[in-house]
């Protein structure tokens, strides 16, 4: 089983970055896919999340309005598209596939900063 994160780096205020989460063996289309995140000092926060079939999406309200989360089964991928970013934004984002199991991918930084 493998979940491998890219796209993320370093980024100014007002910019965009589109993380991409690559999975593998494991059925992908019968995972719930979410992104978390953790910033130095802080705990591991959900981000976003992405039902199996694509039809229902969450966000956590700090991201709410610019970014978004979308799968494509056929590629086995999950992506975050970050628009707008902020400095509070910057953390390592993680992707994460839970159903019967619960995976997780090694996290891609992400640096928003001047």
């Known amino acids: 089983v493998q979940l491998v994160e890219s796209g993320g780096g370093l980024v100014q205020p007002g910019g965009s970055l589109r993380l991409s989460c690559a999975a593998s063996g494991f059925t992908f289309s019968n995972y719930v896919m979410r992104w978390h995140r953790q910033a130095p000092g802080k705990e591991r926060e959900l981000v976003a999340r992405i039902s199996s079939g694509g039809g229902s999406t969450y966000y956590a309200d700090s991201v709410k309005g610019r970014f978004t989360i979308s799968r494509d089964n056929a590629k086995n991928t999950v992506y975050l598209q970050m628009n707008s970013l902020k400095p509070e934004d910057t953390a390592v984002y993680y992707c994460?596939?839970?159903?019967?199991?619960?995976?997780w991918g090694q996290g891609t930084q992400v640096t928003v900063s001047s």
């Open positions: 994460n596939a839970i159903s019967r199991n619960n995976y």
